[in-house]
């Protein structure tokens, strides 16, 4: 069982990375399942690799149901000091914090905006895409952990793909917007001041809700260079934020440790340049918009 839980580790650790969205909690998830693992009589099963994916999707799950009573968890601030590394300093236990420059290198190979999507899902819709779409696992095995029928395992599966892959909005200017958007978030990330100034409109305005901050009030900036000065502020958010559809129009998502953490939405002058952002991070605010993929 050692062996083979070694061989398979790299794609178990995948699966347990796409359900989850987090490096640690797939680290911890992969740990439960070994214990798991190591327990049980494997002496029936025949095929050991397809059971220890169910074994890692079934603690996966139960992490995900569990999951909304840590959803107010503060940002974490970029120096180490949030909940994960705070909670291991502390007691001592568990996995300690993931490497965020690892966390931020396999979520560029996942692709930041499938999993600030895959956030937006409940638990059986994204355990049934991700083990179906991404992993070839046939219903039948994925109905048994979710204990539904495979027809109404199917369904799951494809209402998370629509989500995914977005419905093609009929806003004719929405390629424009997509490339402004883009090239917004390439400006953040890589610190270019010059390049974000010229996508700004001269009289752009930026809000920011109390939790972004945070701060005891909702703030607004106006003008170019105090909005480009407050987006260069962020950029290392910016390496775990992703383009996507908010309520059917183009915008950003950040993802921290697998959950939505802040949405930037935009408003845009008729020539292109961006006259608004709105950035979202009060939990109830993020519950109430609708992420999705972007259609073609």
Request: some cysteine; hydrophobic content about 45%.
């Amino acid at each position: 069982m050692a062996q083979r839980f070694e061989q398979d580790r790299p794609r178990l650790r995948a699966v347990a990375y796409r359900i989850l969205g987090s490096l640690g909690e797939a680290d911890d998830a992969l740990q439960e399942a070994w214990l798991r693992a190591d327990r049980a009589d494997t002496s029936e099963v025949e095929n050991l690799s397809g059971w220890l994916t169910t074994v890692v999707a079934r603690v996966c799950l139960n992490m995900l149901r569990t999951r909304d009573t840590r959803r107010e968890e503060p940002l974490d601030d970029g120096t180490g000091r949030g909940p994960a590394a705070t909670a291991h300093s502390v007691t001592g236990v568990g996995s300690p914090p993931a490497d965020p420059a690892e966390e931020a290198q396999l979520a560029d190979e996942v692709g930041f905006a499938l999993l600030i999507v895959l956030d937006s899902l409940g638990p059986a819709e994204r355990l049934a895409f991700v083990l179906h779409d991404m992993f070839d696992v046939p219903f039948g095995d994925i109905a048994a952990m979710l204990d539904k029928t495979p027809a109404a395992t199917r369904q799951l599966a494809s209402r998370a793909r629509r989500r995914v892959r977005g419905v093609p909005a009929p806003d004719a200017d929405l390629p424009r917007r997509r490339r402004a958007v883009d090239a917004y978030l390439a400006a953040t990330r890589g610190g270019d001041f010059d390049a974000l100034v010229s996508l700004l409109h001269p009289d752009v305005v930026l809000r920011a809700d109390a939790a972004v901050v945070p701060t005891p009030e909702p703030i607004a900036v106006t003008g170019v260079e105090q909005v480009a000065r407050g987006a260069m502020a962020s950029m290392a958010r910016a390496r775990l934020t992703g383009v996507v559809a908010v309520d059917g129009r183009v915008g950003l998502a950040m993802a921290e440790n697998g959950r939505l953490r802040v949405v930037l939405r935009f408003t845009f002058a008729d020539d292109g340049l961006i006259t608004g952002i709105d950035v979202i991070a009060e939990p109830d605010r993020l519950g109430e918009l609708c992420i999705s993929g972007i259609g073609a």
